[in-house]
């Protein structure tokens, strides 16, 4: 492998995403590994655009997609981001054909008994985000299994969203803490409610807020994904499909985040104006 200058970190991490091209060795050595964001949350789109190009049906952009999750969670867990969040399957999603979400509930069951050797050899920490009571028995079953089996794991926590909703999360948040207040608080006047309080109810308690929120195949929506978590991130959108998000991508995205300037509504220290939003140069 040819070997990497970096400005800030040694190369052996590096070496730990095995053989790059060209063009990758190109981003990483761009890229600065002590600022990339603690927690990326991606909205895989595309999926069935991709099948549709090849003439395909949806459920192979579906598979393929797959590949793509596969590649970037190594990545992802190889460069020793916090945490990284997949947006699997929305509360909207019930109402696609009950053919298609029959496939993506299979689909995701072989996909956690397929992929459990890399995610326990890459020491990665499983957790779901969602209203998981709602979902068949037979894939509880195996949400609750790859939670238990990767419990102990101490590198990246690795969350699919599942029959997840922002709104949902925020509303279950919300009913969780009136709950805890009957029982703890009852007849006494309630307490206010803080934003700690309130992230503390969030699927998400103990995760750092998502630094960045990628979305591939070009819509410029955050669909009901993590809204109250994405408060300050950056967003990116590609026009890449979310089968085509390649490794080299997905190191693309991370150099563009690297680019913006965070301000979480401060000024600029020498006072000159904001840079105009970029997007990914996708292809
Ligand atoms: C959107 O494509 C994608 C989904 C509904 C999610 C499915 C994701 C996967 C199968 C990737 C695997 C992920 C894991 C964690 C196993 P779309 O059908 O909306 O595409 P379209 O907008 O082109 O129709």
Known sequence: MTPITHKTLEVPLLAALGPVTPEESRLLEKLDLQRL?????VIMDGNGRWAQ???????AGHRAGTQTARTTIETCARLHLEALTLY???????RRPQAEIDFLMQLLREYLRQEMPLIQKNNIRMRFLGRLEELPAGVQNDVRESMEKTAGNQGMVLCVALNYGGRAEIVDAVNAILAAERTSLAGSVPRRVS??????????????????????????RVSNFLLWQIAYAEILVTETLWPDFNRTRLLEALVEYQKRERRYGGIREDGSEEPKPARVAGE
Do not use: C, Q
């Open 195 to 220: 934003e700690e309080d309130l992230s503390r109810h969030l699927y998400t308690d103990g995760l750092p807020d998502p630094d960045l929120l990628i979305r591939t195949s070009g819509e410029m």
């Open 37 to 41: 964001p603690r927690h990326l949350a």
């Open 53 to 59: 190009k090849r003439h395909l049906p949806r459920i």
């Open 88 to 94: 699997a399957f929305s509360v909207e999603n019930w």
